[in-house]
């Protein structure tokens, strides 16, 4: 195949490492898990111990005096904040490692304590338990089978969208996704495209193990453009127990109604990423908090389509028609 495309291998550049190596790749581990460094780890926690110990000035003349090697960059180019150095190679470790990883946790905190500046947004640690036990995966029966998400706002009280309705609901318990239970529509509001569901026959050994806290109108305030947030749902190309967890981004706000009526207020938050088919009905949270429900991703159909999530405060006002 690659003599085939007109390249050729450089053998003087190529090596064969077994599991007992190291196997690096463009500057990243990539045995089990693609990984940072540990020596990168380590300088950025040095980093963040001169500015603690010895203040911002001193460990920013340290660092760009002694510490940066001059490795050909441009000089117009070259950074000369210390503190945004710092913060991007703590983002670069989130980006790598997630951000629920608990060295990417650590270090961001330290920078937040330090920084003049935005601070990292870190999400609660708790966050990825808590959506496991609350965001379940739902089926009906409508065009011969249809997929979705919802998740738990009480113990049997589950948001969605109005789309994912359809006959022979059913929504699958996170302790035990192989047993689908009937579900039945509460309320719902087309022009947001929202619903909210519950089961027909609760049984107390699958009430969720976890439930959702919608974001308040001030704690909803902070949501703003680039604000990290994370999407929860199930991808129609896997299954029941394959609950997606992406972090993503807020690229802006907009007004679409999903019913044909005219739209009057900014409802849908446009994502950067990390909503797919299958996942609509899912949350999108805010430091542990719910400041949105996906309605829209690209599919396989179409791939041009937005990320968008209807904003919180129109499930808090569905919550309140009950």
Same mark, same amino acid.
């Given at each position: 195949?690659?003599?085939?495309? @007109?390249? =050729? ?5 190529? =090596? ?9 790749v ?6 089990? +898990?693609?990984?940072? +460094? ?5 300088d950025? =926690? ?36 210390? *503190? ?13 490692? @997630? !951000?629920t ?15 003049? @500046?935005?601070h ?5 640690? *708790?966050d ?42 059913r ?68 299954? !029941? ?7 993503? *981004?807020?690229? /802006?706000?907009?007004? +679409? ?24 009905? /899912?949350?999108?949270?805010?430091? @542990? ?34």
């Amino acid at each position: 195949m690659i003599d085939d495309n @007109g390249f =050729r291998i450089n053998h003087t550049k190529t =090596r064969l490492l077994g599991l007992a190596f190291q196997q690096e790749v463009t500057g990243l581990i990539v045995n089990e +898990k693609v990984n940072v +460094k540990r020596k990168f780890v380590r300088d950025v =926690r040095a980093m963040l111990h001169d500015w603690e110990l010895n203040g911002f000035a001193a460990a920013s003349v340290r660092h760009f005096n002694e510490k940066r090697p001059d490795r050909g960059r441009l000089p117009e180019q070259e950074a000369t904040n210390y *503190e945004w150095v710092v913060r991007g190679k703590i983002e670069f470790i989130r980006q790598v490692k @997630g !951000s629920t990883d608990q060295v990417f946790r650590r270090l961001a905190a330290r920078f937040n304590a330090l920084c003049s @500046g935005q601070h990292i947004s870190i999400p609660l640690v *708790e966050d990825s338990d808590v959506l496991n036990a609350a965001v379940w995966y739902l089926e009906n029966d409508t065009d011969g089978g249809s997929v979705g998400t919802c998740f738990a706002v009480d113990t049997n009280l589950f948001v969605t969208c109005a789309h994912c309705l359809g006959p022979n609901l059913r929504i699958f318990p996170r302790q035990n996704p192989a047993f689908p239970m009937d579900a039945d529509e509460l309320a719902r509001d087309d022009h947001n495209d929202l619903a909210l569901i519950r089961l027909r026959t609760p049984l107390p050994a699958f009430n969720p193990a976890a439930t959702l806290q919608m974001a308040s109108s001030a704690e909803f305030s902070a949501l703003g453009i680039r604000s990290a947030v994370q999407a929860a749902g199930y991808p129609s190309s896997l299954d !029941s127990t394959s609950l997606s967890i992406r972090d993503t *981004e807020v690229t /802006g706000f907009s007004r +679409k109604t999903f019913d044909g009526t005219a739209a009057t207020s900014d409802n849908v938050i446009a994502l950067l990423s990390g909503t797919y088919e299958g996942m609509s009905g /899912g949350p999108v949270l805010l430091s @542990g908090k719910v400041v949105g429900v996906i309605v829209r991703g690209p599919n396989d159909d179409d791939r041009t389509i937005p990320f968008l999530a209807v904003k919180s405060g129109h499930v808090n006002d569905l919550l309140a028609s009950l």
